[in-house]
T-cell receptor, first 113, second 112 residues
Framework: EAQVTQNPRYLITVTGKKLTVTCSQN?????MSWYRQDPGLGLRQIYY???????DKGDVPEGYKVSRKEKRNFPLILESPSPNQTSLYFC????????????FGSGTRLTVV | GESVGLHLPTLSVQEGDNSIINCAYS??????FIWYKQESGKGPQFIID?????DKRQGQRVTVLLNKTVKHLSLQIAATQPGDSAVYFC???????????FGKGTMLLVSP
């Protein structure tokens, strides 16, 4: 089944403790992206990747890092999480940057206390 | 945690009615538009798309209308069912090398 898989689904952590949210897609998509979703603010792009080893900032990149060492994986790294990063996170992929609709993962609900 | 549905405009309909969800987009250069459905606890799911060289596209029970003159997009759902209850987002792409920009969403509530 074609899908985008995120892990974990739920995570509660403490301020300053590094964490990684994994994202993997099995569709051989070139384009991958991370979004955060907050009430009243909609989906905001954090980082995106056009292909392996090619990443760029989205609209809200502060406090986040990404890497794209393999085509299928695009992890989101929070080096020092803060409470304002409490949010619902989605990974998405697409054959190309925007020609087609994105396939989204099921989401990761992160709480930073 | 707080639901993503809070603070959103809400459309309440009865089962069997037709629903119309509207979206105003911002970029007159946008050439590709998508509607997504997001059910509680899930990621957004693709419903239907339309390119700027069209003004109407139909799917199964859904129709998207595009009015480029006033930068308006609408999603029509025929014979709305309780399973259609969700948050609906429009998204626009402003050119070949741009990314999708998402609207804030509308919550659709369908009563039996």
């Amino acid at each position: 089944e074609a899908q985008v898989t995120q892990n974990p689904r739920y995570l509660i952590t403490v301020t300053g403790k590094k964490l990684t949210v994994t994202c993997s897609q099995n569709m051989n998509h070139e384009y991958m992206s991370w979004y955060r979703q907050d009430p009243g603010l909609g989906l905001r792009q954090i980082y995106y990747s056009m292909n392996v080893e090619v990443t760029d900032k989205g609209d809200v990149p502060e406090g986040y890092k990404v890497s794209r060492k393999e085509k299928r994986n695009f992890p989101l790294i929070l080096e020092s999480p803060s409470p304002n990063q409490t949010s619902l996170y989605f990974c998405a992929s697409s054959p190309t940057r925007g020609t087609y609709g994105y396939t989204f993962g099921s989401g990761t609900r992160l709480t930073v206390v | 945690g707080e639901s993503v549905g809070l603070h959103l405009p809400t459309l309440s309909v009865q089962e069997g009615d037709n629903s119309i969800i509207n979206c105003a987009y911002s970029n007159s250069a946008s050439d590709y538009f998508i509607w997504y459905k997001q059910e509680s606890g899930k990621g957004p799911q693709f419903i239907i798309d339309i390119r700027s060289n069209m003004d109407k596209r139909q799917g199964q029970r859904v129709t998207v209308l595009l009015n480029k003159t006033v930068k308006h997009l609408s999603l029509q759902i025929a014979a709305t069912q309780p399973g259609d209850s969700a948050v609906y987002f429009c998204a626009e792409k402003g050119g070949r090398y741009s990314t999708l920009t998402f609207g804030k969403g509308t919550m659709l509530l369908v009563s039996p």
